[in-house]
């Protein structure tokens, strides 16, 4: 399999000038004004190459607040033509998918529950055939590194020239500060396998509250992740999903300032 080296517009650079890339924006999007208000504010601050925001959403149990849906697909569209931000959202299926291409979303995610299974994953391969689109694959939400390069081969076997890796965490019955444990050592494994996949880290998703984020953020370019995928709400306290660890605007801002205040 061929995996090239990705040729993307990355803000930033780790201490060896390696490129960084950064996607930013809340778990989910909640309305036109929540979207197009925080969409302003990143593209003001100037760190954030693509705008994520989920519109369908993988809840655990049935009735929390499952996404806004297709309607998300058009404030996506203006988000990136009146802030100029490239756009990211999940996808689960494949109406998933021909509704995100038919609306020009320019990166596509796979979640961590879809990623666990090898059917979905194929189906979603099956329907980005030949697409011209970036598609990041979240780890499975268990620690098995095998399903999580699986779910890469599938993609990359359709045709797709634009893949990265997120590493999110896993879950785990046992107590930890964590919502999600990162096991450095697979994606450090997955980099192996595939030397010119990039691999990002979402410190959100691995530390379930914004306190912690820092601290993963610094572990993550300390062994030179090639960006990260941070949530970022303009009211974090009022969210409808993920409440605890989204940042504020500026808090996201300050963050990745610290993070990259020695590169160019
Ligand atoms: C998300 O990014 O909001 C999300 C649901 O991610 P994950 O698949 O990592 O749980
Ligand atoms: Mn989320």
Not at 123 to 142: R, S, T, W
Not at 195 to 220: F, K, M, Y
Not at 245 to 253: I, K
Request: glycine fraction near 8%; include cysteine.
């Amino acid at each position: 399999m061929e995996i090239k080296e990705q040729n993307v517009q990355q803000s930033k650079r780790t201490p060896a000038g390696k490129k960084q890339l950064i996607i930013a924006g809340p778990c989910s999007a909640e309305s036109e004004e929540q979207l197009m208000r925080v969409a302003g504010m990143l593209a003001a601050g100037g760190h954030t190459d693509f705008f994520r925001a989920g519109i369908w959403k993988p809840r655990t149990r049935p009735g929390n607040f499952e996404g806004v849906g297709n309607k998300g697909l058009q404030w996506l569209k203006l988000v990136k033509e009146e802030t100029g931000l490239k756009t990211a959202t999940e996808v689960a299926t494949t109406t998933h998918v021909y509704e995100a291409l038919k609306y020009g979303i320019d990166c596509l995610w796979i979640g961590a529950r879809t990623t666990a299974n090898p059917f979905a994953t194929q189906e979603i391969a099956n329907a980005l055939q030949g697409a011209d689109v970036k598609v990041c694959i979240k780890n499975p939400v268990n620690p098995d590194a095998g399903l999580w390069l699986g779910a890469i081969e599938r993609i990359s076997t359709a045709g797709i020239k634009d893949i990265m890796a997120i590493h999110r965490g896993f879950s785990s019955c046992a107590k930890t500060r964590y919502r999600n444990i990162p096991l450095w050592a697979i994606p450090v494994w997955l980099k192996k396998q595939l030397p010119g996949l990039p691999v990002l880290c979402d410190p959100s998703h691995i530390a379930g509250n914004s306190e912690l984020i820092p601290h993963i953020t610094r572990r993550a370019m300390g062994m030179r992740f090639d960006g990260l995928m941070i949530e970022v709400h303009p009211e974090p306290e009022k969210a409808m999903s993920d409440v605890r660890q989204q940042l504020t605007p500026t808090s996201f801002e300050q963050l990745l300032a610290a993070t990259f205040k020695n590169s160019s």
